[in-house]
Nanobody
Framework: QVQLVESGGGLVQPGGSLRLSCAAS????????MNWYRQAPGEERDVVAS???????NYADSVKGRFTISRDNAKNTVYLQMNSLKPEDTAVYYC????????????????????WGQGTQVTVSS
């Protein structure tokens, strides 16, 4: 059973910084892509940043130059450093692990799947 647990959300003033973390646990052999999404009230869930196993990154235009995604493959952990935060960054942030190769005890075999964290609230307000 693969689980993703996020941490680091909270309330911050405009211009401030936060660092989100997401740790994947379970019998994991590898994780291809790790992503951060966010969803504001009444809006769709959109991708914010992505990082491959090799470290290549991609960002939404709205966060380029302010957010930095990184990962520690040995710890199966992805981070999102958020600087110069704006009120429009307020949302629930979700971690996603894409194409996870893991051992399923129930099936007695390796399986590939996609997994989501439970989300962490980020509020940018004065």
């Amino acid at each position: 059973q693969v689980q993703l647990v996020e941490s680091g959300g909270g309330l911050v003033q405009p211009g401030g910084s936060l660092r989100l973390s997401c740790a994947a646990s379970g019998s994991i052999f590898s994780i291809d892509m790790m992503n951060w999404y966010r969803q504001a009230p009444g809006e769709e869930r959109d991708v914010v940043a992505s990082i491959t196993k090799g470290g290549s990154t991609n960002y939404a235009d709205s966060v380029k130059g302010r957010f930095t995604i990184s990962r520690d493959n040995a710890k199966n952990t992805v981070y999102l450093q958020m600087n110069s935060l704006k009120p429009e960054d307020t949302a629930v942030y979700y971690c996603n692990a894409d194409r996870v190769l893991a051992f399923s005890a129930a099936l007695g075999a390796r399986v590939v799947g996609d997994y989501w964290g439970q989300g962490t609230q980020v509020t940018v307000s004065s």
